[in-house]
């Protein structure tokens, strides 16, 4: 199968250039990525991290396709977010992704969204592993592949703290609302894919 994949060329850089910059995609907010108040919606943001990441997988010939003969395929199990402001309808912005760190099992990787004057205005530490497509079980990493990414860590005071904790437990649920998962909310792994869980959760909010 060809992979999907298209250089986008960077609009801007940050102020601060003094960590690795090894993926780097730039996008002008578009009229379906926002909300009734021309706003960049969260789950919109969400994809466009999803986005930049996967163009360098693909670059570095570790995407789910290249996985394929392996049986394995990256997943995300943990992101955690904080957005200073959200961009406008027309902005551009320019998101830097890169993997921090690796483990037996688990994978690391960085998102920083800067505005067009090289303000950072949002941040993403996301937690991977590599589930083994037949088993659907989690996999350890092959040494060849950590090897292919490893030389893209940045030092450890660059990074995001490690997106590690689980969500508390709740005694009762004030609010719930129930989804039936459909074709389209379906990715390339047969699985729902996390953006739609972001949309789900914020859409049960009162």
Not at 97 to 116: I, K, L
Not at 131 to 157: C, D, H, K, W
Not at 168 to 196: C, I
Request: neutral net charge; hydrophobic residues 40%; contains cysteine.
């Amino acid at each position: 199968m060809k992979k999907p994949y298209k250089k986008q060329i960077p609009y801007f850089r940050p102020k601060s250039s003094t960590y690795p910059l090894p993926q780097l995609e730039s996008y002008a907010i578009r009229t379906f990525e926002i909300d009734c108040n021309q706003q960049l919606t969260i789950p919109a943001l969400v994809r466009l991290m999803q986005e930049t990441a996967m163009q360098q997988v693909l670059e570095l010939n570790i995407s789910v396709w290249d996985l394929e003969q392996h049986s394995l395929a990256w997943v995300l199990i943990r992101k955690r977010i904080d957005i200073e402001r959200l961009p406008m309808l027309g902005e551009k912005i320019s998101i830097h992704s890169y993997p921090t760190g690796a483990d037996r099992v688990f994978t690391y990787r960085d998102f920083r969204v800067y505005d067009e004057a090289g303000q950072q205005i949002a941040t993403a530490a996301t937690t991977w592993l590599l589930m083994n497509l037949q088993t659907r079980q989690m996999s350890r990493i092959p040494a060849e592949l950590l090897a292919r990414f490893s030389g893209y860590f940045p030092p450890v005071e660059m990074a995001l703290p490690y997106a590690l904790d689980s969500l508390p437990q709740m005694d009762r649920a004030f609010t719930s609302r129930n989804y039936e998962v459909g074709w389209y909310d379906l990715d390339f792994l047969k699985h729902l894919n996390n953006v739609h869980f972001v949309k789900w959760m914020l859409e049960a909010l009162p």
